[in-house]
């Protein structure tokens, strides 16, 4: 098979949770069937030097090529919600299978097409998502279900999302869960405690701390958690230090005012964006992880964090417990109360705190990149046929 991919969530300077899916299932893939022709493609206007610089690992496998359209991405994607203008006429129609993992499969594909869609976040909390994402998902969302031969999406719940909205696809759709880079996140030996020592000093942690790790937007729940952990620090003023650390949201300029309201500055640290190589020691590190979010199609990070062994605290909401099983504190995302409970018991109890680190390991290993492309790998074969 020629098989092609849209890179443009690869090709990000900071890559976000659609990246890292779209990177562990084709790097997977690309192991798996070496005998497949694989083809990266991406619009650059310019000449694409920067992004192609991260598909440097792809463009070393011998059985892959890079295609770049010279045409600037977001004008193509903004010009096709009214003008057809077709994808072939910048990539050609040499591949066999086209995948678009971020919700849009553009007019004029060649081939059989594919599209993951994660979540129906912006139809179910439409409040939660940035006015111009919610444009395009909108405007074109129908349209790329239509045009798709085969629908993938990350958990049984998307699935039922999917459905709930666009009922005259379900025939159409696969569930395909997502995996954990084991090189990226996995528990770091008792010999690494001094390069967590030295991350602690570098950021400001404190010996001990929670930890939330991702965007900060509105989905995420931030809010309830600061004032959950407000009651926690009232009841327990020895209780940990909460590290809020991820990238620049939207609409999220309340919890640093909350913060301040609630004269928690010196408990609460943000620490914005945190690089690549600083994520396993800083999970590492939390006595645990909390995620209490309203909303996920599958939800990498609480998963993430059982991987590194680190104890989580999350939320029955969506695919969460889908996700992390009985192996985490489960709390209602809209109680505060609940939340500040749920962050009491991973404080308090450090036998629950072991049991969870161990219960997380097991249940974390039954998520792999392998199993992913090889069920992905099921769904274009399927394609083929149809």
């Not at 069937?33 to 610089?53: M, N, S, T, V």
Request: charged share 20%; aromatic share 10%.
């Amino acid at each position: 098979m020629r098989i092609a991919f849209d890179a443009l969530p690869l090709v990000s300077s900071r890559m976000t949770g659609i990246g890292y899916c779209e990177a562990g299932q084709i790097q997977a893939m690309m192991m798996l069937h070496p005998e497949e022709q694989y083809i990266l493609q991406f619009f650059d206007k310019g000449d694409g030097a920067e992004k192609r610089k991260r598909l440097y690992y792809y463009e070393q496998q011998r059985n892959v090529s890079v295609q770049q359209g010279h045409f600037s991405g977001y004008l193509y994607r903004m010009m096709t919600t009214a003008i057809p203008l077709p994808y072939h006429a910048f990539f050609g129609k040499d591949a066999e299978i086209t995948h678009f993992f971020n919700y849009i499969i553009p007019p004029g594909v060649s081939g059989k097409r594919i599209v993951t869609v994660h979540d129906m976040v912006y139809k179910t909390f439409p409040e939660t998502v940035r006015g111009r994402t919610r444009f395009m998902l909108e405007t074109g969302l129908q349209r790329s279900l239509h045009r798709a031969d085969l629908i993938v999406t990350d958990s049984e719940f998307s699935k039922s999302e999917i459905i709930r909205y666009f009922p005259a696809v379900e025939e159409k759709i696969r569930v395909v869960p997502c995996g954990v880079d084991r090189l990226r996140f996995s528990p770091m030996p008792s010999a690494a405690a001094p390069a967590i020592e030295a991350l602690k000093q570098r950021m400001g942690l404190q010996a001990s701390y929670f930890l939330y790790l991702g965007t900060l937007e509105p989905r995420k729940n931030l809010d309830r958690l600061i004032r959950a952990y407000a009651i926690l620090k009232q009841q327990h003023p020895d209780a940990p230090q909460l590290v809020i650390a991820g990238g620049y949201g939207w609409r999220n300029n309340s919890i640093y005012q909350l913060t301040e309201s609630l004269h928690l500055q010196e408990d609460v640290l943000f620490t914005e964006y945190v690089p690549e190589e600083d994520v396993q020691t800083l999970v590492c590190g939390a006595l645990a992880f909390v995620f209490p979010s309203v909303y996920e199609g599958f939800g990498m990070p609480p998963l993430e964090a059982m991987a590194c062994g680190t104890p989580v605290l999350t939320t029955r909401a969506a695919s969460l417990p889908e996700v992390v099983g009985d192996c985490a504190v489960i709390v209602d995302p809209h109680h505060t109360e609940d939340i500040a409970q749920g962050m009491e018991r991973l404080f308090q109890d450090a036998a629950l705190r072991e049991r969870l680190r161990q219960d997380g390991l097991r249940r974390a290993a039954m998520f792999s990149w392998e199993n992913a492309a090889a069920a992905l790998y099921n769904v274009y074969q399927e394609a083929l046929t149809r």
